[in-house]
């Protein structure tokens, strides 16, 4: 079945940079591919979807990219502040099934 | 537009009480989830319904867990009795979507249950 694999070290990051953050699944390609935040005490808020044929899609500072091959998405911030520090989820379609399985997020801290 | 309202945010109880949560969706949005999600894990789907009908609940424990969407409007999702690994963060999601196209979900602030 379908995993996915989200860095559980929190991500520490000075204030300016740009943040990355990897999002890999292990089996088929799925029709694409969503990111949210989630802050402490909070539901997840969405950020962007990106669909399997779109190499990249942008919002604002927010950057992902989707590579079919590496079977992975990378979700970049540019120019990071500390409101951005929280944790990201990337979620996608369970097999044939649309059903959204999640990743476990990956914990960005921005330091000023 | 009010987003998705959910009550208790926090309860605690002990094992082998039961306990309830509600869940009201933004107006209009056809399809609800109920998800839980355990510290440092991400959510995991318990039931979705489509209006007042289940499209799924194969991961809802139905020997102690059960949901209700009456009307197709709010919902109540209910454990009974609670078991120590029960305790979790319950979140609700709506979205105005349903069927295979899923798009956006909008989640509301969630209800923390300790089971002592």
């Known amino acids: 079945s379908q995993k996915i694999e989200q860095n559980s070290e929190a991500l520490n990051i000075q204030e300016g940079k740009t943040a990355t953050l990897t999002c890999n699944y292990t089996?088929?390609?799925?029709?694409?591919l969503q990111w949210y935040r989630q802050d402490p005490g909070r539901g997840p808020v969405f950020l962007l979807l990106?669909?399997?044929n779109e190499k990249e899609k942008r919002k604002e500072r927010l950057k992902v990219t989707f590579d079919t091959t590496l079977k992975q998405s990378l979700f970049h911030i540019t120019a990071s502040q500390p409101a951005d520090s929280a944790t990201y989820l990337c979620?996608?379609?369970?097999?044939?099934?649309?059903?959204?399985?999640w990743g476990a997020g990956t914990k960005l801290i921005i330091k000023p | 537009e009010a987003g998705v309202a959910q009550s208790p945010r926090y309860k605690i109880i002990e094992k082998r009480q039961s306990v309830a949560f509600w869940c009201n969706p933004i107006?209009?949005?056809?399809?609800l989830y109920w998800y839980q999600q355990i510290l440092g894990q991400g959510p995991k789907l318990l039931i979705q319904?489509?209006?007042?009908?289940?499209?799924?609940d194969s991961q809802l424990p139905k020997d102690r867990f059960s949901a209700e969407r009456l009307k197709g409007v709010d919902s109540t999702l209910k454990i009974q009795p609670a078991k120590l690994e029960d305790s979790a963060v319950y979140l609700c999601?709506?979205?105005?979507?349903?069927?295979?196209?899923?798009?956006?979900?909008?989640f509301g602030e969630g209800s923390r249950l300790t089971v002592l």
């Open positions: 089996n088929y390609s799925p029709a694409y």
């Open positions: 979620a996608l379609p369970m097999d044939s099934n649309y059903q959204l399985i």
């Open positions: 319904f489509q209006n007042n009908g289940v499209v799924d």
């Open positions: 990106i669909r399997e």
């Open positions: 107006s209009g949005h056809a399809t």
């Open positions: 999601a709506s979205s105005p979507r349903g069927g295979t196209t899923v798009g956006e979900l909008f």
